[in-house]
Each structure stands twice: as C-alpha cells, then as structure tokens.
Antibody, heavy 125, light 113 residues
Framework: QLQLVESGGGVVQPGTSLRLSCVAS????????MHWVRQAPGKGLDWVAS????????NYAASVKGRFTISRDNSKNTLYLQMNSLRADDTAIYYC??????????????????WGQGTLVTVSS | DIVMTQSPESLAVSLGETATINCKSS????????????FAWYQQKPGQPPKLLIY???TRESWVPDRFSGSGSGSAFTLTITSLQAEDVAVYYC?????????FGQGTNLQIK
C-alpha cells in the first residue's frame, strides 16, 4: 500500500534544531523525486524543499535555504529534513510528498501525488 | 518565482449548483517539449493532508468523480465542480510544478450556501 509516514515533530525553542523523517512504502522510493511541504496553522501550502536521487539534485525555498537540509537514504526508503536555527515562523505541519519520477537518469517533474499525514513542528519559547 | 493567484478566496454555493475557481500564474507554465501544462489542483478537507485532484491542468485522478473538471492553458486555469455535493466542502489549492520553487495559490474555501 502506498504510504508516507512522517515523524520527528515536536515543540522546540527558537534557535534550536530538529530532524524530520519520512518512511516510504509501496513504491520504489529511489525512482521518485521527494519534497517537503509545510502548512502553518490556518494558512496555505508552502513548498519547502525537494530532492532527486539522480544527480543528487536539491532545491530549497528562499525562506529556509542555508538553515534546512534535505537528504534521503534510499536503502532505508527514508527522506529527511534537518532543520537548524528554527524560528517562530517555521511553526507548521510538515508534509512529506512524492512528486516526480525518474527513468534511468531522465527525470520528469510531476504533480504531488502522494502525501503523508504530516508532523507538527512548533517553535516557541 | 512563479506567483499563483487564486480567486475567489471563499465561495458559497448551493447543493446541486456549480462552483468555479480560477487560478492565474505569473508566467506561462506550458511546456512545448511535451505539450503539457505543469499545473495541478488539490483538495484539502479539515484535519487531512491535501489530495491531488487534477493534474496536467485537466486530467482527473482516479478517485475523482467526473463532476470535477479542470481547464485552461498557459497562465489561466479553472476548476469547475458541477452538481455540488456536501462532501465537496474543502479548501482547493492550485499549484505550478513547472519550476522550483513549486508554488501554490492561497486557496479557495468552498462552502455550502
């Protein structure tokens, strides 16, 4: 069964770090582009970061670049988001999302077709 | 960055009537190499993650009833929901996946009148 399960959220103080994990199942993880998308309480959707296995291609939203690092371990079917120097405006539900596929070294950006249930990160003093 | 502008922000429609949501992108998101618009609609119900509803501007996901349709090309797109049902109450988001950052519209809150 196709599934993404996030973990690692919690309540942290400003300036600290947190690492989110997302375990994928039901599909060949290494063949897909993976993303983190966040949603602040009562707000809209905000793309955070993406990573392709091929060419180790990573992209970040301007608001998190230099503070957040996306990575993946294809042997464990797991996507990560290392979040450093957290700020109050990073408070959100963080969703792990599948979007895009690769055939060999040829990758195609595709819609975000599989979402996890999300993990809540609260940054507060 | 490509800016996605949705309208209206909220919408109340009677059961059985038609709801129309519009979305404009600040630049063309049609890729001539494969003749595809890199554009999607998502549905989000309270307490749930978003679900992909329509992609490539007009292709419905397998779970989506044919009351839902997507149209448009280039930089202007429309989501139409005919014969509105109570279970269609949700927030609807548009998105471009043409370029990183993969931006979303601000959302349209659809309610029953």
């Amino acid at each position: 069964q196709l599934q993404l399960v996030e973990s690692g959220g919690g309540v942290v103080q400003p300036g600290t770090s947190l690492r989110l994990s997302c375990v994928a199942s039901g599909f060949i993880f290494s063949n897909y582009g993976m993303h983190w998308v966040r949603q602040a309480p009562g707000k809209g959707l905000d793309w955070v970061a993406s990573m392709w296995y091929v060419r180790d291609n990573k992209n970040y939203a301007a608001s998190v670049k230099g503070r957040f690092t996306i990575s993946r371990d294809n042997s464990k079917n797991t996507l990560y988001l290392q979040m450093n120097s957290l700020r109050a405006d990073d408070t959100a539900i963080y969703y792990c999302v599948r979007g895009g596929s690769c055939s060999g070294s040829n990758c195609l950006q595709e819609p975000f077709d599989l979402w996890g249930q999300g993990t809540l990160v609260t940054v507060s003093s | 960055d490509i800016v996605m502008t949705q309208s209206p922000e909220s919408l109340a429609v009677s059961l059985g009537e038609t709801a129309t949501i519009n979305c404009k992108s600040s630049q063309n998101i049609f890729h001539s190499s494969n003749n595809k618009n890199y554009f999607a609609w998502y549905q989000q119900k309270p307490g749930q993650p978003p679900k992909l509803l329509i992609y490539w501007a007009s292709t419905r996901e397998s779970w989506v009833p044919d009351r839902f349709s997507g149209s448009g090309s280039g930089s202007a797109f429309t989501l139409t929901i005919t014969s509105l049902q109570a279970e269609d109450v949700a927030v609807y988001y548009c998105q471009q996946y043409y370029n990183s950052p993969y931006t979303f519209g601000q959302g349209t809150n659809l309610q029953i009148k």
